[in-house]
């Protein structure tokens, strides 16, 4: 076995032959030419990845392993660590980008070739891509230096596949892949900013030539920026300063400066006068210096309490901008109005260097659960009067929020081109026309109150009722059309269950499954956002349409739903089924959720639903291995009944499945009736006759 092979465990090898664990364990025992596991423990061993290739293509399991499932085994089994292996994946791809005759040369060389003479040409490539932080602040070297011979040596098998790769596919987009595949097998271990609020804030900050981002984390902010001619970034865990490099230096010519640094504490840039400044800054952070930091000149508008670290990070970046620089930080709501900062944001409200307010949906960035900020910041010139208003944005209500709102589905173009309208003639003008319940330009003379609360949804008048009062007439109109079919199909008064129903001669999903007459898949498998819309449990819970998407993952074909399919969640210890119809036929099912698809010669879908909705069925059925209520489809309990009386019982399930939506859509347009005259008596569109 190679000196530096990589491993693999069972899971990964179940996913490299399309197969489940339980096949592999199966190899295991039946055949004893399977690859002996060369490290990890008795219950979780690895094994030799080539020779697990190579048993799988002996015996027809495996054509080949795909050259990008390879390299990213390579590198996650890497013994020094996957952020290790990604640097110098990196290194490599820049030598191989700008220098290929000289990768050439080397790669045509053994193993302890190229570990002697690769230093020297990464040294070359990083040199030229690459400048000091500030050289007027000593201390901070480049946050990527080459590794020797002794730390390249593990990573060669890597570093020839990474090569390949970027043959196939090119050195940028094989580096954006396997950082990708890496940050989201860690999703706890990085606070990432999206790509939606990232090209927001790049639009807002404008066109800029050198940009700073002082806590970059993987430069998702400074790569928003292409046309750019100098970034700068910091952030104080060494290895995301060093990915950060890395990865901007691939996207593009401009020069990098990065380095790994608390930039509140130790400041690499600290002449720096940037023309943007870009910045997700860590939330709620007592230890961020207080003390220490009491006397530093960047606190021009005053010294920033303790519990007020998001109003150090804001003085911060004003103080790295050039007269008439912007600044864009994302920040939490609280920022806005606790009253520890109060007399920060009404100097930074005087000196007009706080130019608007952005309230984002939730949801549209880490900590997904509540609605951030964004600031929009301009560092005064001493010449120019500042300015007399401060802009203020809410997109809550922004079309498509309300109804595809939450983590990865808030419609960005919509966000943007709303924000970017009131921001552009304000920006132009200092001024512009309000939208109600949208935007504002507020005189900063009302704001300078005890509280100093800049907070968009309270200074923002209420938008107008859409439609005014015919639009609730219309709503009126629906709700009582809803009322009158759930009328009509209230079921009947229950009638005595036959005697013979006491003795039906039960069976279980599971005997069904084995027998042939239903096929069992669990759902959540997929190929990312990019795919068809997922049936989420959600869905399936409020009968509504498919709403969700697939999250980014192995390159697996997702269960695709068909008309008469059986779908019921497994969390939560409630008692749902949904049939698919043809609307919803064709999404991907969910995460949490199992598919029944009956064979429609020997079993009726509605009958089927009906019985798995029971309660005394689900009871018996669940488990409590966790936290959770876990449902066992497989012990699911149903009649044998023949195919005509599953008929008929399906023909009244249907009906009461009829009866249940209409019930949904009466409640949620009663909702929607109470709150539109709730809101029209408030704001004066209703009167009171």
């Given at each position: 076995m190679p000196e530096h092979a990589a491993e693999v465990t069972a899971a990964t090898i179940a996913r490299l032959a399309g197969v489940g664990r339980a096949a592999v364990s199966n190899w295991r025992r039946r055949h004893a030419d399977f690859p002996k596991p060369v490290g990890g423990?008795?219950?979780?061993?690895?094994?030799?990845?080539?020779?697990?290739?190579?048993?799988?293509?002996?015996?027809g399991k495996?054509?080949?392993?795909?050259?990008?499932?390879?390299?990213?085994?390579?590198?996650?089994?890497?013994?020094?660590?996957?952020?290790?292996?990604?640097?110098?994946?990196?290194?490599?791809?820049?030598?191989?980008?700008?220098?290929?005759?000289?990768?050439?040369?080397?790669?045509?060389?053994?193993?302890?070739?190229?570990?002697?003479?690769?230093?020297?040409?990464?040294?070359?490539?990083?040199?030229?891509?690459?400048?000091?932080?500030?050289?007027?602040?000593?201390?901070?070297?480049?946050?990527?230096?080459?590794?020797?011979?002794?730390?390249?040596?593990?990573?060669?098998?890597?570093?020839?596949?990474?090569?390949?790769?970027?043959a196939e596919a090119g050195a940028?987009?094989?580096?954006?892949?396997?950082?990708?595949?890496?940050?989201?097998?860690?999703?706890?271990?990085?606070?990432?900013?999206?790509?939606?609020?990232?090209?927001?804030?790049?639009?807002?900050?404008?066109?800029?030539?050198?940009?700073?981002?002082?806590?970059?984390?993987?430069?998702?902010?400074?790569?928003?920026?292409?046309?750019?001619?100098?970034?700068?970034g910091q952030?104080?865990?060494?290895?995301?300063?060093?990915?950060?490099?890395?990865r901007l230096a691939l996207a593009g010519s401009a020069a990098i400066r990065t380095a790994a640094a608390d930039s509140l504490r130790a400041d690499a840039f600290g002449s720096l006068a940037a023309d943007a400044v870009l910045c997700h800054p860590p939330f709620n952070e007592r230890a961020w210096g207080h003390d220490e930091l009491a006397y530093d000149p960047r606190w021009e508008y005053g010294l920033p309490a303790r519990t007020e670290s998001e109003l150090a990070w804001v003085q911060h970046a004003l103080a790295r901008l050039r007269e008439g620089g912007t600044a864009v930080l994302l920040m939490p709501p609280a920022a806005a109005s606790r009253r520890s900062g109060r007399r920060i944001r009404a100097d930074l409200l005087r000196r007009g260097a706080l130019r608007a307010v952005v309230a984002l949906p939730a949801g549209a960035a880490p900590p997904y659960g509540?609605?951030?900020?964004?600031?929009?910041?301009?560092?005064?010139?001493?010449?120019?009067?500042?300015?007399?208003?401060?802009?203020?944005v809410d997109t809550g209500g922004v079309e498509g929020v309300a109804v595809d709102g939450g983590r990865d589905r808030l419609p960005w173009p919509a966000l943007q081109s709303a924000v970017l309208d009131a921001w552009t003639p304000f920006d132009r003008d200092g001024t512009a026309v309000e939208q109600p319940g949208v935007s504002r330009s507020v005189p900063v003379i009302e704001l300078l109150d005890d509280d100093v609360d800049l907070a968009p949804a309270r200074h923002l008048p209420p938008p107008a009722a859409e439609g005014g009062t015919a639009a609730l007439d219309g709503v009126r109109?629906?709700?009582?059309?809803?009322?009158?079919?759930?009328?009509?199909?209230?079921?009947?008064?229950?009638?005595?269950?036959?005697?013979?129903?006491?003795?039906?001669?039960?069976?279980?999903?599971?005997?069904?499954?084995?027998?042939?007459?239903?096929?069992?898949?669990?759902?959540?498998?997929?190929?990312?956002?990019?795919?068809?819309?997922?049936?989420?449990?959600?869905?399936?819970?409020?009968?509504?349409?498919?709403?969700?998407?697939?999250?980014?993952?192995?390159?697996?074909?997702?269960?695709?739903?068909?008309?008469?399919?059986?779908?019921v969640?497994?969390?939560?210890?409630?008692?749902?089924?949904?049939?698919?119809?043809?609307?919803?036929?064709?999404?991907?099912?969910?995460?949490?959720?199992?598919?029944?698809r009956p064979e429609p010669a020997a079993l009726d879908p509605w009958f089927l639903a009906g019985f798995l909705r029971g309660t005394a069925n689900n009871r018996q059925a669940s488990s409590y291995a966790t936290t959770a209520s876990r449902l066992d489809v497989r012990r699911l309990h149903l009649p044998r009944l023949p195919l005509a009386e599953q008929r008929r019982y399906g023909e009244r399930f249907r009906a009461?499945?009829?009866?249940?939506?209409?019930?949904?859509?009466?409640?949620?347009?009663?909702?929607?009736?109470?709150?539109?005259?709730?809101?029209?008596?408030?704001?004066?569109s209703v009167g009171p006759g």
């Amino acid at each position: 076995m190679p000196e530096h092979a990589a491993e693999v465990t069972a899971a990964t090898i179940a996913r490299l032959a399309g197969v489940g664990r339980a096949a592999v364990s199966n190899w295991r025992r039946r055949h004893a030419d399977f690859p002996k596991p060369v490290g990890g423990t008795e219950t979780s061993p690895s094994f030799a990845l080539h020779e697990v290739e190579q048993w799988l293509r002996a015996q027809g399991k495996l054509a080949e392993v795909p050259l990008r499932e390879r390299v990213w085994q390579q590198l996650s089994a890497h013994p020094a660590g996957a952020v290790t292996a990604l640097v110098h994946a990196g290194c490599a791809l820049l030598a191989v980008r700008d220098h290929p005759a000289k990768w050439r040369k080397l790669a045509a060389l053994s193993d302890a070739g190229l570990a002697e003479g690769l230093p020297g040409l990464l040294g070359e490539v990083l040199g030229e891509r690459f400048k000091e932080a500030d050289p007027a602040h000593a201390g901070h070297g480049r946050s990527v230096n080459p590794p020797d011979a002794a730390e390249l040596a593990p990573s060669l098998p890597l570093l020839r596949g990474v090569a390949e790769l970027a043959a196939e596919a090119g050195a940028r987009e094989a580096f954006e892949f396997l950082l990708g595949r890496h940050l989201d097998a860690n999703p706890r271990q990085y606070t990432l900013t999206p790509q939606g609020p990232a090209e927001l804030m790049a639009a807002l900050a404008g066109p800029a030539g050198s940009v700073l981002d002082p806590a970059c984390g993987t430069g998702t902010l400074l790569c928003a920026l292409p046309d750019a001619v100098a970034l700068h970034g910091q952030d104080a865990d060494p290895d995301l300063a060093a990915l950060t490099g890395l990865r901007l230096a691939l996207a593009g010519s401009a020069a990098i400066r990065t380095a790994a640094a608390d930039s509140l504490r130790a400041d690499a840039f600290g002449s720096l006068a940037a023309d943007a400044v870009l910045c997700h800054p860590p939330f709620n952070e007592r230890a961020w210096g207080h003390d220490e930091l009491a006397y530093d000149p960047r606190w021009e508008y005053g010294l920033p309490a303790r519990t007020e670290s998001e109003l150090a990070w804001v003085q911060h970046a004003l103080a790295r901008l050039r007269e008439g620089g912007t600044a864009v930080l994302l920040m939490p709501p609280a920022a806005a109005s606790r009253r520890s900062g109060r007399r920060i944001r009404a100097d930074l409200l005087r000196r007009g260097a706080l130019r608007a307010v952005v309230a984002l949906p939730a949801g549209a960035a880490p900590p997904y659960g509540i609605p951030l900020h964004l600031w929009v910041l301009r560092r005064p010139d001493g010449a120019t009067r500042p300015a007399p208003e401060l802009l203020l944005v809410d997109t809550g209500g922004v079309e498509g929020v309300a109804v595809d709102g939450g983590r990865d589905r808030l419609p960005w173009p919509a966000l943007q081109s709303a924000v970017l309208d009131a921001w552009t003639p304000f920006d132009r003008d200092g001024t512009a026309v309000e939208q109600p319940g949208v935007s504002r330009s507020v005189p900063v003379i009302e704001l300078l109150d005890d509280d100093v609360d800049l907070a968009p949804a309270r200074h923002l008048p209420p938008p107008a009722a859409e439609g005014g009062t015919a639009a609730l007439d219309g709503v009126r109109e629906r709700l009582d059309a809803a009322l009158r079919l759930a009328a009509e199909l209230t079921p009947p008064p229950a009638a005595p269950a036959p005697a013979q129903g006491a003795r039906w001669s039960p069976t279980t999903v599971g005997e069904l499954a084995r027998a042939g007459a239903l096929v069992l898949r669990a759902g959540g498998a997929g190929s990312g956002p990019d795919g068809p819309a997922v049936l989420t449990e959600h869905d399936v819970l409020a009968g509504t349409a498919p709403s969700g998407t697939l999250p980014e993952g192995p390159a697996e074909e997702p269960v695709l739903t068909r008309p008469g399919d059986v779908v019921v969640p497994v969390l939560g210890g409630g008692t749902a089924a949904r049939v698919v119809d043809e609307a919803s036929a064709g999404a991907a099912l969910g995460r949490n959720l199992q598919l029944l698809r009956p064979e429609p010669a020997a079993l009726d879908p509605w009958f089927l639903a009906g019985f798995l909705r029971g309660t005394a069925n689900n009871r018996q059925a669940s488990s409590y291995a966790t936290t959770a209520s876990r449902l066992d489809v497989r012990r699911l309990h149903l009649p044998r009944l023949p195919l005509a009386e599953q008929r008929r019982y399906g023909e009244r399930f249907r009906a009461l499945a009829a009866f249940e939506d209409t019930l949904r859509l009466a409640g949620r347009l009663g909702e929607q009736l109470v709150q539109g005259l709730h809101d029209g008596l408030t704001d004066g569109s209703v009167g009171p006759g």
